[in-house]
């Protein structure tokens, strides 16, 4: 079992920056692929940025250039560093672990909301 907590959501202005965190209660990393998802409202989950266990990281085409996700081995978290924030990143922001063999060995956490508005 792997237990996933985000901290980090809150109210910002457009234009403003959040630091998401995703702490995983144990050393992961190097068999898992991590990724940060959202949902809005009355919207499909989808998938924001993942880092794969190599190191390697894809994003939503919507955030590139604006998002950034990496990871502290040390420390067992991943982040995700939101700048120049729109009103459209407002959503639910949830981090997830995926075995990298086994993917029914799938973990979310909680969520955390983040809303960007003036």
């Known amino acids: 079992q792997v237990q996933l907590v985000e901290s980090g959501g809150g109210l910002v202005q457009p234009g403003g920056a959040l630091r998401l965190s995703c702490a995983a209660s144990r050393s992961i990393f190097s068999a898992y692929n991590m990724a940060w998802y959202r949902q809005a409202p009355g919207k499909q989950r989808e998938l924001v940025a993942r880092i794969a266990s190599g190191g390697s990281t894809n994003y939503l085409d919507s955030v590139k250039g604006r998002f950034t996700i990496s990871r502290d081995n040390a420390k067992n978290t991943v982040y995700l560093q939101m700048n120049s924030l729109k009103p459209e990143d407002t959503a639910v922001y949830y981090c997830?672990?995926?075995?990298?063999?086994?993917?029914?060995?799938?973990?979310w956490g909680q969520g955390t909301q983040v809303t960007v508005s003036s």
């Open positions: 997830n672990a995926r075995h990298l063999i086994l993917p029914t060995n799938d973990y």
